[in-house]
């Protein structure tokens, strides 16, 4: 059977083939966001039909607690009567539809809201439009987080880091290289490096890596010191709260953790640009260590499961299954434990809050 055409992949070759490699974070920029054929530009990508799952589609709890979350916090700022809602990647609009029905129980705050979705996908845009149809607040969508007027904020970002490029360096004798894809001689994409090494590492590669064995791969996200930057600069004028959400270490280490997945399989991060989801590990010392250089109190990161369980799953799914047919209480129990059980999300995924002001958010008291 021919091969279906990879638009996206031909494009990518023909730019490699004129200008020769280019960077990782070129190519993830270009496989997951290019107006035409990129990944999130084009598709539907959570849930059974399409390439992974993500916490609030496993189970309800998450957006639930999310929302318990929202109110403490907003009581916690001096319930301030105007608040950007603000939500970065929302997927399908599920933790955010969740969120708002648990945010019920403090009716003021919700009257304070403004709710502010922050989504690149038309397709997924369509999704949470249908998806938030009946939620109390109407949103409003943007394409940057930049885009988001200024004022008290509290802001959720659910699996959104672990998707922003990232660029990668190796370190070979020579020195540190830039990590880039190239063209095989049988036409294929594969990974290479820049011919010439950093003349200054020690501007961009981070002092305890620096060292690391030959051979060794590090990876740097300059898009999330962006963010952390934006927030800092949100947080210098208003009360701002921060609750990012993803899978990754604790501790900056040496690695490649880019990877791709298709159809719920681990699949080549370079074979089918725009029909993969790339991501990478998220880096929460890195995104700590930024965070606190620009002034912003920093708590966690906490493994998923702890935070969850802190803030009352086990009470809520046991409320829940009071309810429920017993089909419905067995498929509840399974689902919250995949999100606490450290051997499913519970510890991969951690939890890391920002916030201004002298009070800890909940859980981290
Ligand atoms: C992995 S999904 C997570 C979705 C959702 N938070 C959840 O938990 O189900 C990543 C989300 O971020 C969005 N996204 C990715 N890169 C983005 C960017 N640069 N700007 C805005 N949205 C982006 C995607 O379209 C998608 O909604």
């Given amino acids: 059977m021919p091969e279906k055409p990879q638009p ?5 070759k023909q730019r490699i083939e004129a200008g020769g490699p ?4 070129a190519f993830m920029e270009a496989a997951l966001t290019d107006p035409d054929d990129g990944y999130y530009t ?3 990508p959570i849930g059974a039909a399409g390439d992974f799952i993500t916490a609030p589609e496993i189970c ?6 999310i929302g318990l979350w929202i109110a403490e916090v907003w009581q916690t700022m001096g319930a301030p009567d105007k608040f950007r809602l603000i939500e970065l990647g929302p997927g399908r609009g599920t933790l955010m539809n969740d969120a708002l029905r648990a945010l019920a129980v403090a009716p003021d705050a919700l009257k304070a809201a403004e709710l502010h979705l922050v989504e690149l996908s038309a397709p997924l845009r369509a999704v949470q439009r249908a ?3 009946k939620a109390p607040i109407a949103p409003i969508w943007q394409n940057r987080f930049e885009d ?4 008290p904020a509290i802001i959720i970002a659910n699996e959104f880091v672990d998707a922003l490029p990232i660029r990668q360096f190796v370190r070979l004798e020579s020195g540190w290289h830039e990590r880039c894809v190239g063209l095989a001689k049988e036409d294929a994409l594969i990974f290479t490096h820049c011919e010439t090494p950093l003349d200054d590492p020690e501007k961009l590669i981070p002092t305890k890596l620096r060292s690391a064995a030959i051979g060794s791969i590090i990876e740097l996200r300059p898009a999330a010191r962006h963010l952390i930057a934006e927030i800092a600069a949100r947080a210098r004028m208003a009360a701002t709260a921060v609750l990012i959400i993803d899978y990754g270490h604790v501790r900056s280490a040496p690695g490649d953790t880019l990877q791709g997945v298709r159809k719920h399989r681990y699949a080549d991060p370079l074979e089918h640009p725009g029909e993969t ?3 990478a590990h998220v880096d929460f010392a890195a995104l700590s260590d930024r965070a606190s250089t620009e002034g912003l109190a920093v708590y966690g990161p906490l493994p998923q499961g702890q935070f969850l369980l802190s803030l009352g799953l086990a009470e809520r799914a046991e409320r829940l299954a009071a309810g429920a047919t017993p089909q419905q209480a067995a498929l509840l129990s399974s689902s919250a434990r995949r999100l606490v059980d450290p051997a499913q999300m519970g510890e991969l995924f951690k939890v890391l809050a920002i916030a201004t002001g002298n009070n800890p958010p909940p859980p981290f008291t």
């Fill in 8 to 12: 996206l992949k031909h494009r990518l």
């Fill in 22 to 25: 280019i960077t990782v974070e």
């Fill in 42 to 44: 084009q598709r539907l």
């Fill in 60 to 65: 309800q709890i998450f957006g639930e607690l």
């Fill in 131 to 133: 998806t938030l149809a």
């Fill in 148 to 151: 988001v007027p200024t004022g």
């Fill in 277 to 279: 989801d790339l991501t």
